[in-house]
């Protein structure tokens, strides 16, 4: 269906331009300030008596080594099952922070200060003693740590059960009658369909405990009521998934809705990331219908709105449209967005026309008093509720409200703003409800980051409101200016005026998708024919005869059109997306990845060869001078596998061409018309033919006749590490000089997981790494070493993720896993999988859906012995699992010892440790706390070492060298009578 909302990525000035035109004659900010001041002063004379966000952040800034421990202890400490583990975290966390002279006045805080001080004092620090005493006094201090964290997790968890927050919600309403409760069952997105089930059974469970305390007789939004995520109900809750969302998320909400509808307490869907957002109005418009045809009297239905999103006004207009489309009322939450980080890193490394989110904070204030506008002006049809902790937007709103004589609430998080809220709800006619979390204090970590993040930011108002050195003036200052530029320099600039990053595309936006759609449905893969290894000889011919002009063309010039190739590629994107789903079976997601990548390559190395072959001047004698200068070393053979089909292609061609070298290109034999897509683009831009031949052949005849060629300068290859030793054989026996090889090989590439990683990180890091481009990546994750403290929970975890997987054809947008590359890479998997089946424990297979197309092997997990049992790369979505105790490094050596090394993940928060197994390994690609696969060009320069590869590093600002010969001019300047120069000094 058309979308509702326009492009999340616009211009940021003309956004704001538009909202403060709207405020102008809506809103009195000095008035609203006037109001704001005395709840402000009072507050700072007479702070709230318990540990509350103001004290934590006025004793440990989440800017300060202290600040930071803190929150990875939070995070992290209370799900280690092993003591070992938590001693070593605890150690890691309080050795870079000081804990002692705590200063607050919270007696909490002074408690919690002098456990976590006495702890930094007696835990082992890799100098003391590791004896029984030492051991013991470690133990003893972990766990008055672990009650210091669960003394913090208190703070911001209202009880551990439904049952424990309804009482203590009682006992606030006994202090203050205008206060209601939305309850929060904390837990984060469902990675599998039991997780989904068990948040539903949660869900289900709390709505009958709060019906239970709520008056069927009064307005429901005097009730309590529950807030849900819809990502905790479906483990693939994803705009490509759409269908099937609609399909099997929606009635488990509307059950939940008719629950909460026939106990009269209000129901509100969270926000999500933005490239959910449209999904969300789908499901939520679906839900609305259903509402108004069973329970239309019911006005407890509502919505969460991010105002840090650009288009969060558009988002209350459409949503204002639904109420009146289905006759309903709906509830509407303003909050400010929980997500910031994510969704600027996500524009980045996506490589979006503009950010989703404002840049500014202010803009951020704009946007939420213009969202606050409109959610009044609508209120005939919306209840707004507007979540803040900021004094002077509160004064601002109630302004705009009663001027429209509109009914409203306000809303806090449960352990933030009490200060603030106490002094406002003095005025009875004001109510608030807290969003209160409910949970196990081990479940808070996501939800607790999250909010430190975002309120203890140096310039959010609640850091702000604990730092008296703010003033008045300065605290409650106007929002409502623009800037004139972003704060963040945008994606297209990520690296600098030098090299533009890649334009990329959102596919979850129909505008930027239909055009690949459109592409894919007029594109043909067309038959190449093979080249006789018998005109080899002449192609090497034309190549040395090109050499000797190319190679003299001023190094900006070659730099010039390989950019002009670049424009072209991002201009052509969509057709050649199209052909890799077509020809090398790639998804979508995938496709775009590397025609980005193929662009990013021409980019970088233009640049890189322009810094590189500037002649450079070395020190000498007097009356000498001396220069080096790089210059290109001849004919150069490119050949290039069939997973990476255009941007391992191009990036070895630009290399070559870019330092001056002539290029004979070998494409892999499944995919050579994908290269003659990229060699038509470079001669077009300007390459002379014979600088750049395509040779469409087998590796047993082409490939090995160019490697047998005399006068080849130099091979760069990627593929197995077999005919890479092949190749290595054939250039050191070919009479003439010995030619340069640059190899990337393959790799078993583990990831080494301690007790301490969090379990749904893992998973996404390993779904994503071992399955997807159905496991054919170099960099894929073949051998998961999982500590077995929390292996268990891990693999049911990844096994459920990966059974949720969508096999198929790749040129639907909801397929996650298409076919391998051919019938002969189909075979060898099976006969791998047959060996595996007989000598180790197969865990999970995905199913093939009916009607798949040919050669899909779907996602498989199997559990080894010992590391040293995979000796093999499999290259396919086959991961092998081992479980681990004891060192960690034991594990790296373990790894290393296979002789591989081309990526390795760890997941770990304990951050020593990290960098300890990251030097111990022997691997050219260190990935912390994420998936394994995907290295940007200059960004992450990607090879291997041992088995897996020669270097230097792909996309690295070594890699131009290798394809030169260096050499000195030496003059004697000096020759002709002296040195004048000296003479005239």
Known sequence: ?????????????????????????????????RQAAPWVRAVRRDPPPFWAMESLLREYPISSAEGLALMRLAEALLRVPDADTAIALTADQLGRANFSGAEGDSAMARLSSAALALSRKMLPDGRSDDGLFARLGARTVVAATIRAVQLLGRQFVLGEDIAAALAEAANARREQANVRFSFDMLGEGARTEADAQRYLANYTHAIEAIAQRASPDV???????????LSALHPRYEDAQRERVLEELVPR???????AARANVHLTIDAEEVDRLELSLDVFEALAQH???????????????????????????????????????????????????????RAQEMGLPHYPVFTHKHHTDVSYLACARSLLDAHDVIYPQFATHNAGTIAAIVQMARERKAAFELQRLHGMGQGIYREVLRDAQLACRVYAPVGRHRDLLAYLVRRLLENGANSSFVHQLADESVGLDDLLRSPLYASPAPALPLPAALYGPGRRNSDGVDLTVDAMRQPL????????????????????????????????????????????????????????????????VKEAFKTWGDAVAEVREAIDFLRYYALHAVQLMEPVLLPGPTGESNELRLEGRGPWVCISPWNFPLAIFTGQVAAALATGNTVLAKPAEQTPAIAREAVAILHAAGVPHDALQLLHGTGE???????????????????????????????????????????????????????????????????QSAFRSAGQRCSALRLLC??????????????????????????????????VIDADAFANLGRHLERLRRTARPL???????????????????????????????????????????????????????????????????????????????????????????AVVGVQPFGGEGLSGTGPKAGGPHYLLRFCAERTLTINTAAAGGNVALLAG
Request: proline content about 6%; hydrophobic content about 50%.
């Open 219 to 229: 307005p429901v939004e005097r009730n309590d009521g529950i807030s849900i995520k």
């Open 786 to 819: 999982v500590h077995e403290g929390i292996a268990d929970a891990v693999v049911e975890m990844v096994a459920g993720a990966a059974r949720e997987l969508v096999c198929g054809d790749p040129g639907r947008l909801a397929t996650d896993v298409g076919p």
């Open 844 to 934: 999970f297979a995905a199913d093939v859906p009916a009607g798949a197309p040919p050669h899909i092997v779907p996602p498989q997990l199997i559990e080894v012995q010992a590391i040293a049992d995979v000796d093999q790369e499999v290259f396919g979505p086959v991961l092998h699992v081992v479980r681990w105790s004891g060192d960690p490094l034991a594990v790296i050596d373990q790894v290393n010892a296979l002789g591989y090394g081309l990526t390795l993940g760890i997941q770990t928060r304990i951050d020593s440790r990290a960098q300890a197994m990251a030097q111990r390994a022997r691997v050219g690609n260190v990935y912390v706390n994420r998936n394994m696969i995907g």
């Open 1 to 33: 269906m058309p979308q509702r909302l326009p492009t999340p990525y616009r211009d940021e000035n003309a956004i704001v331009a538009r909202r403060l035109a709207a405020l102008a004659q809506a809103l009195d900010w000095d008035a609203a300030s």
């Open 701 to 767: 005849t082409v490939g090995a006749a160019l490697v047998q060629a005399p006068g080849i300068a130099g091979v760069v290859f990627t593929g197995s590490t077999e005919v890479a030793r092949l190749i290595a054989r054939t250039l050191v026996t070919k009479d003439g000089p010995i030619a340069p090889l640059i190899a990337e090989t393959g790799g078993i590439n583990a990831m080494v997981v301690d007790s301490t990683a969090l379990p749904e990180q893992v998973a996404d890091a390993v779904v």
């Open 291 to 345: 509402v108004a045809r069973e329970q239309p009297q019911w006005r407890g239905f509502g919505l969460a709105l991010q105002a840090y999103q650009t288009r969060a006004v558009d988002l209350i207009e459409e949503v204002a449209a639904i109420a009146r489309r289905h006759g309903l009322r709906l509830m509407c939450r303003l909050v400010k967005g929980a997500y910031w980080d994510a969704e600027i890193k």
């Open 517 to 580: 759609l459109d592409a894919l449905a007029r594109t043909t893969v067309p038959s190449m024919p093979m080249t006789d290894p018998a005109e080899v000889a002449a192609a090497v011919a034309r190549a040395h005869a090109a050499f000797a002009s190319w190679s003299q063309w001023p190094v900006e010039r070659r730099a010039a059109i390989l950019s002009t190739a670049a424009d072209s590629m991002q201009a052509r994107l969509p057709h050649l997306c199209a052909l890799l």
């Open 253 to 259: 909400v509307a059950s939940l809705c008719l629950q």
